[in-house]
């Protein structure tokens, strides 16, 4: 992954900071040379002293040889033996002097490529710490553009393909019983069948890992990154073990939506050589990206699920029927309008109580959701009344699928451990351009018939009747 990141990397070298370590350096060589230097110069002046002194007893000797020629000679040839102790002396300390100007040097040098390699680590240091926030920045931003779990999914496939191409990776996830994972994005690396992967590329079931519970999952379980140098050691993880393509090495990221480990990101390589740990650090970077950006989503789906529908019975409510009144009519589609009601709801609330009430609501939701098909809209107007809308369906069609579901909601009353009750149902017909509000009307008014009537049963409205009739005759 790091070889062929298309991320920039952050940072550049800092040559103010080279420019000070070269300058300690040569600071270091010249203090160096300076005090062999001076130590030089001091040793040669006490040599050439000693040496004028000894030439200078010598003459004084001379003069006075024939008044102390003992006493003379024996002093100047003392004085000579110290003159040339201390020659010997200055000639040491002048080899100890150069010899400590090298050890400066030598210092000096060592200090600095010292300083130079600390330099260069902390550089690189700061370098991929750029690089690092720079992916995350890019990384949740690109999340942040997502509006579907889809979305999500994609992102991370096209992320690692473009980070590291031919890394044979996938990511699955619980489902709602979070009993089992499911791959929800996989590289091309691994849908081609790359390092072990059972199927042909077009096959999304053909899994990277056979893991299929959370709980099967060693990364999951423990909620950090786990790498297994092979699938071979003892220690490696059981489902990396038995692959068709051999023995490989594995990387597992757990991902938390929520709060909840439910999924993990997972990569092979071939056998001996995990990822490095930058790669590592990115997998793990963008799966907490991708667990946050879902936990949104859903949250979000959720909230707007909640908002939509009514919480006792799970139906829409009544702004969102109204949502899908404006989309039919935009796109042209003329339906049939229901009204229903449950017939004698008061009275089955004040003998068997408001649970019981409630219950029957429930009821009628469940049948209405069954019995209807996925295109039709059914929704809790309010109370005990509910609006079906029915897509191209024409008034005669509608009353028998009208009538169809008046009787399995008196059969189902039977097993619903529910008392007894029934529904009537008002029906218009509603064409692209009529006015909603008014053909649901007549709906109700046909509604009121059915009550008057008896009951239990289905009646159309003779307005709309007269409007289909003429449609029918254009």
Same mark, same amino acid.
């Given at each position: ?60 000797? &001379? !003069? =006075? ?7 003379? =000679? ?54 991929? &710490? ?16 997502? #509006? ?31 009993? /089992? ?6 590289? #091309? ?16 079931? =053909? ?8 709980? /099967? ?29 051999? @023995? ?24 001996? /050589? ?37 919480? !006792? ?36 609330? &004040?003998?068997?109580? #408001? ?47 009208? &009538?169809?579901?008046?009787? @399995? ?39 009121? @018939? ?17 409007? !289909? ?6």
């Amino acid at each position: 992954m790091g070889s062929s990141s298309t991320m920039p990397r952050g940072g550049t070298s800092t040559p103010r900071l080279y420019l000070r370590v070269v300058a300690l350096g040569c600071l270091w060589c010249l203090l160096g040379i300076a005090l062999g230097t001076n130590l030089f110069v001091r040793l040669r002046a006490i040599t050439e002293s000693a040496g004028d002194l000894s030439a200078h007893t010598s003459a004084q000797a &001379d !003069l =006075a040889l024939n008044e102390r020629a003992g006493t003379a =000679a024996t002093a100047a040839a003392k004085v000579e033996d110290l003159a040339t102790v201390l020659v010997g002396q200055s000639h040491r300390i002048n080899r100890e002097a150069l010899a400590t100007g090298v050890v400066a040097f030598g210092l000096g040098i060592t200090l600095t490529v010292i300083v130079a390699r600390m330099v260069r680590r902390q550089e690189l240091a700061q370098a991929n &710490d750029r690089e690092r926030q720079e992916f995350h920045s890019r990384v949740s931003d690109a999340f942040g553009m997502t #509006h579907a779990d889809d979305g999500a999914y994609a992102l991370v496939t096209e992320i690692i393909d473009r980070l590291a191409p031919g890394l044979p990776a996938e990511m699955l996830l619980a489902d709602s019983s979070r009993a /089992h994972l499911t791959p929800v994005a996989a590289t #091309h690396a691994a849908r081609d069948g790359a390092c072990g992967v059972v199927g042909d590329g077009g096959d999304r079931s =053909a899994s990277l890992c056979p893991v299929r519970s959370p709980s /099967h999952c060693p990364a999951v379980r423990r909620g950090h990154a786990m790498t297994f140098s092979s699938s071979e050691d003892f220690d490696s993880c059981p489902n990396l073990r038995g692959r068709p393509g051999g @023995a490989c090495s594995g990387t597992c990221v757990p991902i938390s939506i929520m709060g909840q480990h439910v999924g993990v990101l997972h990569a092979v390589t071939p056998d001996r /050589h995990p990822l490095a740990p930058a790669e590592i650090e990115r997998l793990s970077i963008l799966a907490a990206k991708a667990g946050e950006r879902l936990g949104v989503l859903r949250a979000f789906a959720q909230s707007e699920h909640q908002s939509a529908r009514d919480p !006792l019975t799970g139906l829409l409510n009544r702004r969102s029927l109204e949502v899908e009144v404006q989309r039919l009519q935009r796109s042209g589609c003329s339906f049939s309008i229901a009204y229903a009601d449950i017939d004698h709801f008061k009275r089955l609330n &004040d003998t068997h109580g #408001h649970e019981t009430g409630d219950k029957a609501l429930r009821l009628l939701s469940r049948v209405l959701r069954e019995a209807l098909r996925p295109s039709d809209v059914t929704a809790r107007w309010g109370g005990e009344e509910f609006v079906i809308l029915l897509p191209d369906l024409d008034l005669d069609t509608a009353r028998v699928t009208l &009538d169809r579901l008046r009787s @399995a909601v008196v059969e189902s009353t039977g097993a619903g451990h529910v008392p007894h009750f029934s529904v009537s149902f008002g029906v218009s017909y509603c064409a692209p351009e009529d006015d909603f509000f008014e053909r649901l009307a007549e709906a109700d008014s046909a509604l009121l @018939a059915a009550k008057s009537a008896g009951r239990n049963r289905v009646i159309a409205a003779k307005p709309a009747m007269a409007t !289909l009739t003429t449609a029918q005759a254009a």
